[in-house]
Nanobody, 117 residues
Framework: QVQLVQSGGGLVQAGGSLSVSCAAS????????MAWYRQVPGNQRELVAT???????NYADSVKGRFTISRDNAKNTVYLQMTSLKPEDTAVYYC???????????WGQGTQVTVSS
């Protein structure tokens, strides 16, 4: 069982930057997919960014060019760096890790990001 602990986020003015981190209790070197989702109350969880083991990263159109997903295997941590933030980026952000063998999926506890106008 892998525990994920998120940190970072917070309150920032529009145009500012924030980052969120997701520290895993176990190694992340073998993960197949890591991702960040976000959710606004009353809405479905939205996929923001993904990165797969082959090095491919993908981003939602709404964050492309502004957000960057990355990982540090030595620290067993994945990151989401957010720049040029907009009020519509306000949400609770969740990290997601998928291990392939055996197939397992883990979610972080969520981190609030609030962007004021």
């Amino acid at each position: 069982q892998v525990q994920l602990v998120q940190s970072g986020g917070g309150l920032v003015q529009a145009g500012g930057s924030l980052s969120v981190s997701c520290a895993a209790s176990g190694s992340i070197s073998s993960i197949h997919v890591m991702a960040w989702y976000r959710q606004v109350p009353g809405n479905q969880r939205e996929l923001v960014a993904t990165a797969t083991s082959d090095g491919t990263s993908n981003y939602a159109d709404s964050v492309k060019g502004r957000f960057t997903i990355s990982r540090d295997n030595a620290k067993n941590t994945v990151y989401l760096q957010m720049t040029s933030l907009k009020p519509e980026d306000t949400a609770v952000y969740y990290c997601y890790l998928n291990y392939p063998n055996p197939w397992r999926v883990y979610w972080g506890q969520g981190t609030q990001v609030t962007v004021s106008s």
